[in-house]
């Protein structure tokens, strides 16, 4: 070889090594999400031959009754950011072949698209497509009985407005709150003000429990939940082919969330109870502890209608939602329904939900409200049975099937929760996460034990080679396992996190819940391009402040004591509340925050006076104690500093955790 050729040659192999290093450490669009491999596209298209596409019911179901779709299908708030837009999700309506989501998914993301005012029965409409929930509107005799105003009070007041412009502005005569979560109250200062309930204009109506649950769900751990919801959710996905394609229950949550709430001036305590509401006759079931603590459904014997609440919508509901609640109760949700179908299935032409679309005709809703009681119960007594036959959770999760006559029903199929990650929820709910194994009664966490597996595996590099190969073979819940350990023993190592990325997008494009979906691309998305924080941290309404009790107040503050940095200290505050006229007293001691109500304390390091409304505002981060002690709006006696050391050791929660790395 001349010594040119020799040169030349080594050019293109020093060209070659550094396309080689640029490929292995800044991938081609690292930051986009990868296309649908052939394993993923192989199990997109068995799942067209799986399941019954020609059944079009829904379709007609979803389009019934349409009186006018929603005008731009843009919602703004005052600011004129937007809040919500259903134009992103139109791709899905085409019958271009999409790789990259499961058919049965897109099927229900389709659903999930009509939009607009629809009318259900004779004087019931609903507002479809404005929010993840549904508003309902029954004309009274004067007026409207709202159902459920939605999540934020941008969106039911566009709502409003779209029923306004087609069935006539009339006053709102009632609202209903079906049950305690915020996607059907949180809108209601859209629809009607405090003060006309004040005046007696408005009632609010609800189900027993409803205050105490609708606040007391996300105050302990609302960070927590707060921020695996962008996970649920995925507001923060891109919409499109690779991206957010539905939420299982509707779209998806609105981006900025003003929300509201007002005190309820009517509770609803037992079943049969009746109420005339505008010349509508309203008979209530109480239904506890099923799809949330206090619920309930609702039957309108004259227009022959019946409300379920979340009880029963058009997919597998959750026993425990992955954004993080408590467990729920699968043999009291199934014997509510069968309770509602003994009460109203004779006397009903139509059934309708706080999400997805009617249901009409006595055989067809009989069918459906049967169905989806048995779902239910199928998968509590199941997981019994195999859990009594030693199986653990995982391993009942892998096992269990739904017979034919319910998994072939569209509304049973898994696009909200799972059967599988149902399963786990009745095994929680009776035998808790432990399995009974004595070698999992202690594992090491996370990092510690990565750190090791991939040591004990011959290092990382190792581990990302042959996780490759099973990446290439299409075993992608095995690959995000253990990848997963290459990433939590080193969050500096790019390849992994990238390998991790795809792995997670292929099984979110295979994926028929829509949940499971966005978990999947929110984790890849974070991996790609690090954890966002496009907002800070919004504080909950005032609203929510004032209808809290002092107790969850001073609850929610000892859940912020920063343990350790309280250690040894000991401090003592008495609480005096001028306007509620009530007493506490707050006191630091071995590191535990404990209050008491309606007493002062001889011994107090300092004492507080102030109003209720001022307390709330300084919890809510309105204000600051010192700041309106400078105002004098607040009084004490004894030493202010030991109230401010008290609030130095409460922690910030940070939104933006980290998930997918350490
Ligand atoms: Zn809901």
Known sequence: MNKRK????????????????????VPAQAAEPGAATEATRQSNVAVLHDLPFSDKQDFADAARGLVAPAPAAVIRNPEGLIVWDMNPYQFLNGDASLETINPSLRRQATLNNFHGLFKVADRIYQVRGYDLANMGIVVGDTGYIV????????????ALELVYAHLGKKPIMAVIHSHSHADHWAGIKGVVSAEDVKGGKVKIIAPAGFMEEAISENIYAGNAMIRRSQYMYGPFLQRGPRGQVDAGLGKSVPLTLSTSLIHPTDTVVKTGQEM??????????????????????????????LFMADNCVATLHNLLTPR???????????????????????TSDVVFAGHTWPRWGKENIINYLRKQADVYKYIHDQTLRLANHGYTMTEIAEELRLPDTLAREWFNRGYYATVGWNAKAVYQHYLGWYDGNPANFNPLPSVEASRKYVEFMGGADQVLTKAKASFDKGEYRWVAQVVNH?????PENQAAQLLQADTLEQ?????????????????????????????AKIPPALDVYQALTLDMIFDSMAVRLNGPRAAGKSITINWHFTDTNELYVLSLENSVLNHTAGKQAKNAD????????????????????????????????GSIGKLSELMSMLDEFDLWFNIVTP
């Open 507 to 535: 099984l979110g494009y295979q994926s028929e819940s829509a949940v499971f979906r966005n978990f999947y691309l929110f984790g890849a998305q974070e991996l790609r391009q690090g954890v966002k924080k496009p907002f």
């Open 6 to 25: 020799s040169l030349w040659l080594l050019q293109v192999l020093f060209l070659a090594l550094i396309a080689l290093v640029v490929m292995v450490h």
């Open 486 to 490: 290459v990433v939590f023993a080193d």
């Open 147 to 158: 159902i459920d105003p939605l999540t934020s009070v941008d969106t039911s007041r566009a």
């Open 324 to 346: 993080g609640a408590q467990v729920r109760n699968a043999k009291t949700w199934s014997g509510f329904i069968h309770e509602a179908i003994d009460r109203f299935g004779e």
């Open 276 to 305: 005339i509401v505008d010349g509508t006759k309203i008979a209530f079931q109480m239904t506890p502890g099923t799809e949330a603590p206090s619920n309930m459904n609702f039957h309108f014997p004259q227009l022959r209608a």
């Open 606 to 637: 300092c004492s507080v006076k102030l109003s209720r409304e001022l307390f709330n505002k300084v919890i809510n981060g309105q204000t600051t104690f010192l700041a309106r002690i400078l105002l004098r709006q607040i009084s004490y006696e």
